[in-house]
């Protein structure tokens, strides 16, 4: 289909649009939100799996034939993250003001520091120089956002 870094680009053009429209249902009502994002990845999957049951099927029980622990770690981040996670990002749409900018972009960035770093320790992948210092500036731009980025003071307290 695309090499993985057209791939990325594209889906974080979607994520991006995605995230907008969490934001503005998010502001709205954060149960709601929350709500259809749920039902609506959960109907997604279900889509997902009845267009590729068949090469679906047969991958799963690769993996959980020779790899089952991956799986089970994976299904179990997945679900044990998956609630709190959206939940706390909704609940910081619902209170954020005029900052949602701020919600969405660390919500963003902050991952990527996660996956890098996790990249390294958990995949021991080599992390070049170039993608440490961009993680120092991904730091740095958080701590700017928090202290000078805000719309509201009384949002942020420094």
């Known amino acids: 289909m ?9 889906t974080s053009v979607f994520w991006g649009f995605m ?15 929350l709500f259809f994002k749920l039902i609506i990845y959960g109907i997604s999957g279900m889509l997902f799996l009845f267009v590729h049951q068949k090469k679906l099927i047969t991958k799963i029980h690769k ?9 089970i770690i ?8 998956a609630y709190p996670a ?5 609940n ?3 209170n954020c003001g005029e900052n949602a900018h701020i919600v969405m972009t660390v919500t963003y960035v902050l991952p990527v520091v996660i996956a890098v770093l996790g990249a390294r320790l ?3 992948e080599h992390i070049k120089p170039a993608a440490i210092l961009g993680i120092f500036f991904i730091l740095l731009g958080v701590l700017l956002l928090k202290l000078y980025g805000h ?3 009384k949002i942020f307290k420094k």
């Open 92 to 94: 910081a749409y619902s």
């Open 86 to 90: 959206n939940r706390c990002l909704y």
């Open 19 to 33: 995230s907008l429209a969490s934001a503005t249902i998010g502001k709205a009502d954060k149960d709601v939100g």
């Open 122 to 124: 958990l995949l021991k």
């Open 63 to 71: 993996i959980w034939n020779t790899n089952r622990k991956i799986m």
């Open 74 to 81: 994976f299904i179990a981040a997945v679900f044990a993250g």
């Open 2 to 10: 695309f090499d993985y870094f057209t791939s990325s680009i594209i």
């Open 151 to 153: 719309n509201d003071p």
